[in-house]
């Protein structure tokens, strides 16, 4: 779900389809910042996104069940996150060509196993304003290096056959484990 934060968008489409994501399904929350031209530039440079228009305020928690309901059998892996919310495991720095796929590979190899993993809870870190006063030119991942300490709380990437249900926590089926 975005309003006015198509700025950020571009960074966010390339760096998630660096390290594994395939599909992009962006909920319009009735921007007014040229996401439509944004959308039309990142499917024109080969990056598969897709738009919804989505104007009703207050209803996060309804987009991601519409979603969760309308793309099914079109995803196995699903995450909603933030324009400003980048999937990052500090093992990728170790060798950054590595970190290519890596998200997708870590999944893939979730739902080979025997495990029954129905959720990855990825911990998350919440970056201030890094005493800028407009939003900076290098992007979010350059920009914003001003960090909480403390972890506040997780993100999901859910297996789609393992949804019970989508609100602001997600719950998994029986038999199987986050």
Same mark, same amino acid.
Request: glycine share 6%; with cysteine; net charge negative.
């Given at each position: 779900?975005?309003?006015?934060?198509?700025?950020?968008?571009?960074?966010?489409?390339?760096?998630?389809?660096? /390290?594994? /994501?395939?599909?992009? +399904?962006?909920?319009?929350?009735?921007?007014?910042?040229?996401?439509?031209?944004?959308?039309?530039?990142?499917?024109?440079?080969?990056?598969?996104?897709?738009? @919804?228009?989505?104007?009703?305020?207050?209803?996060?928690?309804?987009?991601?069940?519409?979603?969760?309901?309308?793309?099914?059998?079109?995803?196995?892996?699903?995450?909603?996150?933030?324009?400003?919310?980048?999937?990052?495991?500090?093992?990728? #720095?170790?060798?950054?060509?590595?970190?290519?796929?890596?998200?997708?590979?870590? #999944?893939?190899?979730?739902?080979?196993?025997?495990? %029954?993993?129905?959720?990855?809870?990825?911990? =998350? @870190?919440? +970056?201030?304003?890094?005493?800028?006063?407009?939003?900076? /030119?290098?992007?979010?991942?350059?920009?914003?290096?001003? %960090?909480? @300490?403390?972890? %506040?709380?997780?993100?999901?990437?859910?297996?789609?056959?393992?949804?019970?249900?989508?609100?602001?926590? =997600? =719950?998994?089926?029986?038999?199987? @484990?986050?």
């Amino acid at each position: 779900m975005v309003f006015n934060t198509a700025k950020f968008m571009k960074e966010w489409i390339i760096y998630h389809s660096h /390290v594994g /994501v395939d599909e992009f +399904f962006i909920y319009d929350n009735n921007n007014e910042d040229h996401l439509e031209e944004l959308i039309t530039e990142s499917v024109q440079s080969g990056y598969n996104v897709s738009r @919804r228009l989505w104007p009703w305020a207050k209803t996060q928690e309804a987009g991601f069940a519409h979603y969760s309901l309308a793309a099914a059998n079109k995803c196995i892996w699903v995450m909603f996150t933030d324009i400003d919310e980048f999937v990052f495991s500090h093992g990728w #720095l170790q060798d950054p060509v590595a970190s290519s796929n890596a998200l997708k590979i870590m #999944l893939l190899n979730k739902t080979s196993s025997s495990n %029954r993993v129905g959720q990855v809870s990825m911990k =998350c @870190r919440n +970056f201030g304003a890094s005493n800028l006063k407009e939003h900076p /030119v290098a992007g979010v991942t350059q920009g914003y290096t001003c %960090r909480e @300490r403390e972890e %506040r709380c997780h993100k999901p990437i859910m297996l789609f056959g393992g949804i019970l249900s989508v609100f602001d926590e =997600c =719950c998994t089926s029986l038999g199987a @484990r986050a």
